[in-house]
């Protein structure tokens, strides 16, 4: 039996990585892969926690989550060819054009 | 019930089908819209005018307009006698109109405007006569003159016109102001502005003052002072007469339907409405009397000398009005009323008159086709236009047994018999009488007998109208021989005064005590007077037509001041209009550019110099954004952890 713990740790971890990716990598899809793993370093702990409280309502909510990423993912990747196709590049330092 | 709602909004559904698709689709087919439907209303204005004569009055509320606490004003109609004469002369006189429009706009480019605007001005005239509170009054009150101004400034490539009907509204407005005001304290005063609410509860404030600007002022005078002020702009009473004879730039139509017959009437209607809350006032009854009888005469010395032959019939028409204010000054309410109904048929004769002359002029490539002095010898080229003008130029000056004489004569014998003032302003409207019948027959000497004064060339192309134009004439001119014969005085025929009758329960009737002698005396004088003016027309410009000539040098000033109607328009020109110029110019150099320039300006700039700074964060870096959002989350957990 894995302690409730290891899982935080684990989610913790996890979640870490991927917003130190997301804040420094200038890579476009980089960017979006780190998202994708926040996003389940957070499924982690509530499939932990929904284990650990023998609560249904966790699990669901990972349902949800894995939606709304699935989607985002289609919709972001979509987004990144449609810009790479009028300008060729993915690096988000030259992708500037909303500055005031 | 709907028949009476039916009676304004035909034609105002006329102007609605005629503003929106007039311009694309009707074009001139426009009459074929707007003459059905003001016949319709005068059909459903003729059954109501039974019911009524039957006795019934229609008093009703149609809709809930304004709700507010203790203020309630509903759409309402009231029909009765008084309104029913109205009805009649609004929807009768309209109806030919229109039909003479059709021969007189015909080929205009603006043709579906002028049914638009004519018919909209019917509607508004209807609301104003038919109301049954103060406020669905004013609303009509306003709206004739606004189509007013629609209709003086038609040609509005005319400077003249668009100018001419700038100064009928300016004009207009400062009436309104005080018939505004006026309906503000009756509400004040009753509480309500229904009719019936506020004539029955005028006799408990009898006496009551209030405090106005340190001075002690009967209320219910102060009530009707502020009303007749209204009237006299309307209709056209000095001072507020100015724009009256301006107001003849617009179409010849116009001119007889509003400037005539019906609009300008809306003042003496006005205050025969309110004449209860008058009969309460004397000092308010004698300033009614006191402008009638001045500009009366005021007017008609104006006419003397004019020489555009519209002119001349609008400076009639104010002395007329003239006229009407006097009776209803003096508490002939009815008298008034009954002038109002008969001097609707002739003076529309004889503008739909001039209207004929000035359309084959016109046609016949004439300049200056409205001036009288480039006319004359008309007569056998235009037979049917010359005797409907002898018509009306008969019964205005008061030939007896044709209208005017009758309306006339009442209001000169209701007058005699008030007391001295009375017999002052009797005289000033004898007086009168005798320059109307000396400038109605000047203009038809001038306009139709002797020789042509324009060009010969001209001349031989001048022909009758066609008959959409002389069938209105004709039938205009068995109303102005005939409609006054509701009104018989009783010495002539015992309950010949029909229309007295008819409207004492509105009106009232007054009680003469003079005598039959004296009554003898004032129609045989008013009599005495329309011969002589004619005659006096007569030697002046048949007999000897080179006398005018020497007149006018034998009497230069006078002949100047005349000419130029007193001068009043140049005074107010140098009093009002130059310095509210003046000022204005000033206000918009130091309060225009500087405030609201400032303001418009301002606004913006100081947007941006905040905005210079705040933009700075934005700096298009999804990473900054990240970084920042992440700070933010670390914040939010940091302080859950920590602060509680």
Known sequence: MVPLNWYI?????????????????????????????????????????SHYLQSINGQILVFFVITVAAAEAAIGLAIIIAYYKNNPTIKVDEINILKG | MLKYILIPLLPLLSFIINILFGRNYIKNRAHWIAVPAILGSFVLAVSACI??????????????????????????????????????????????????????????????????????????????????NFLIMYLGWEAVGLCSYFLIGFWFHKKSAGDAGKKAFIVNRFGDFGFGLGVILIFLTFGSLNYMEVFGAAGGIVGQTITLLGYKVDLITLICLL??????????????????????????????????????????????????????????????????????????????????????????????????????????????????????????????GSGSVIHALHHAKQDDEQNMQVMGGLKKHMPITYWVFILATLSITGIPFLSGFFSKDEILWQTFQAGDLGKFLWFLGALAALLTAFYS????????????????????????????????????????????????????????????????????????????????????????????????????????????????????????????????????????????????????????????????NGVPSLIGVFSKGLRKIQTGLLSNYAAVMAIGVLCVVGYMFFMR
Not at chain 2, 85 to 97: A, D, E, K, N
Not at chain 2, 274 to 281: A, D, E, G, P, Q
Not at chain 2, 473 to 480: K, Y
Not at chain 2, 535 to 552: R, S, T
Request: net charge neutral; aromatic share 14%; proline share 3%.
């Open chain 2, 441 to 600: 027959w000047r203009l038809i000497y001038l306009t139709f007998h002797g020789e042509y004064r324009g060009d010969t060339e001209c001349e031989s192309r001048i022909h009758e109208s066609p008959l959409v134009i002389t069938i209105p004439l004709m039938l205009l001119a068995v109303g102005a021989v005939a409609a006054g014969w509701v009104g018989i005085p009783p010495v002539f025929l015992e309950h010949g005064d029909k229309i007295g009758y008819f409207l004492a329960p509105v009106l009232g009737h007054p009680e003469g005590h003079g005598t039959h002698a004296q009554e003898y005396f004032v129609i045989a004088s008013s009599i005495f007077v329309a011969i002589a003016g004619w005659v006096i027309a007569y030697i002046m410009y048949i007999k000897n037509p080179g006398l005018p000539e020497k007149l006018f040098s034998a009497f230069r000033p006078v002949h100047k001041v005349l000419f130029n109607k007193y001068y009043i328009d140049e005074f107010y020109d140098k009093t009002i209009v130059q310095p509210v110029l003046k000022a204005s110019d000033k206000i918009i150099l130091a309060f225009d550019v500087n405030v609201i320039e400032g303001v418009v």
């Open chain 2, 227 to 352: 009303l007749f002020c209204g009237a006299m702009g309307k209709s056209a009473q000095f001072p507020f007469h100015v724009w009256l004879p301006d107001a003849m730039e617009g179409p010849t139509p116009v001119s007889a339907l509003i400037h005539a017959a019906t609009m300008v009437t809306a003042g003496v209607f006005m205050v025969a409405r309110c004449n209860t809350l008058f009969s309460y006032s004397q000092t308010a009854m004698n300033t009614v009397a006191i402008v009638g009888g001045f500009t009366a005469i005021f007017a008609a010395t104006i006419a003397l000398v004019q020489n555009d032959i519209k002119r001349v019939i609008a400076y009639s028409t104010v002395s007329q009005l003239g006229y009407m204010f006097l009776a209803l000054g003096v508490g002939a309410y009815s008298a008034g009323v009954f002038h109002l109904y008969t001097h609707a048929f002739f003076k529309a004769l004889l503008f739909l």
């Open chain 2, 51 to 132: 019911e009524v004569l039957n006795g019934k009055v229609i008093d009703i509320n149609v809709y809930s307009w304004i709700v507010s606490g203790s203020f309630n004003v509903s759409v309402g109609i009231l029909i009765d006698q008084l309104t029913a004469v109205m009805l009649m002369v609004v929807t009768s006189i309209g109806s030919l109109i229109f039909i003479y429009s059709v021969g007189y706009m015909h080929g205009d480019k603006g043709y579906y405007r002028f049914f638009a605007y004519l018919s909209l001005f019917i509607f508004s005239m209807l609301t104003l006569v038919m109301a049954n």
């Open chain 1, 9 to 49: 740790i684990l989610s913790a971890v996890m979640f870490s990585i991927g917003m130190f990716g997301f804040l420094s990598r200038r890579n476009l899809v980089i960017m979006f892969i780190c998202l994708e793993l926040m996003l389940n370093a957070v499924n982690v702990s509530l499939v932990a926690f």
